[in-house]
């Protein structure tokens, strides 16, 4: 069993299909991305579609190349969260066989996956901390998994986020709300070919905030609409800095998940370090490759259940949200700390929902997503269990 893995499969004869355990799990690892790609885009970009900013393919599209460049970025900053799942929850020196990465790996995969295909929208996190607990219990009657570091590491935050995630949204939107309604009918054009900044308001006057010597007086009369104005620059209004902050809770997702995939790889390592510089890029950059392809094709389930089953969202409420999402879970993935992009994404749109009254959330929708969240700690338990069982029977 160590070094290859060998399955027997019989029909009128024997089959034997080999696989160097390392090329195996590192597969398995990709698919896990993959699976998380499918279920997890959707938690950044689904307050563009809610609010009707774009349409479903180029939100896709836009939290695609976001988290992407998050998960890439991930090889650069992300030792604290690689360190805390590879070594930080299994007792070093345990009696690790290859056989408990690959159970774990597959424990987590099934069960993304499987919600993914049934639109639910639940945590990678919690997914993986149920198949290591699975497979520890299996594999060990628990006696190698490091319950305080459990408890404190991920247990804790899992916990505090949505209720963190909940509170802040509600305190944020209103400034945020007053900071849209003075903006809305409001545009910013930059001229590059004047060196011009330009601002237009609802009643279409304009003011020139900067304009580059050498180029005469300031630019007037511009039209009051920014599109209309038939300027050779770029427009920044309210919708901007809506795709802005989509783009970064994508990242940030990508910046906070990437390393947790990645991790198993590493898993039961006391250094949790990488054998060359070369091999770590190979691995975080098909990560982000996997996460890349799972979120293109195969977010929209997850992303319809937010953007149009949980609440009506506008361009503020939206905003909201991603500005929530991005900023706690930057912060909490700077620090190692694992918080669920699902868990805390969902619980800012519920909670910027309640401000507009208790009728505007869909309850039987949040019902079916707390119950995702519930079961998912033990469905991934049992499926990486099984896993374990069956895979170290043919060692």
Known sequence: MYGRFRLLLRRRRYVVIEMNLPDLTFLLVLALAFANGTNDVSKAIAT?????????????????????????????????????????????????????????????????????????????????????????????????????????????????????????????????RRVAEKWDGHCLCVMPASQALVTIDAQGSTRTLFQGAGFGRPVLAVPSQCDRARLQGLVVGLDTVHWISSGLTSFARGVTDAPKIVAMLLLGSATSTWPNRSAQLVVFGGVAVAMGLGSYFGGLRVTKVLAEDVTRMDHAEGLSANLTTSSLVLIAGTFGVPVSTTHVSSSAIIGIGLLRGLTTIRWTTVRDMVLAWIVTLPASALLAGAAYFILSSFS
């Open 48 to 176: 563009l579609v809610g609010s009707g900013v774009t349409q479903y393919r180029t939100a896709i599209l836009w939290g695609t190349i976001w988290t992407m460049a998050g998960a890439a970025t991930a090889t650069l900053v992300a030792g604290a969260m690689v360190k805390t799942f590879s070594s930080g929850l299994l007792q070093t020196g345990s009696p690790l066989s290859p056989t408990i990465g690959l159970a774990i790996l597959f424990g987590a995969m099934a069960w993304v996956l499987l919600a993914s295909r049934t639109g639910l929208p639940v945590s990678t996190t919690h997914a993986l901390t149920g198949a290591i607990l699975g497979a520890g219990l299996v594999a060990f009657s628990g006696e190698g998994i490091l319950w305080h570091a459990i408890g404190t590491k991920i247990a804790l935050p899992l916990l505090l986020s949505p209720m963190l995630a909940f509170a802040l949204s509600m305190l944020l939107h209103p400034a945020i």
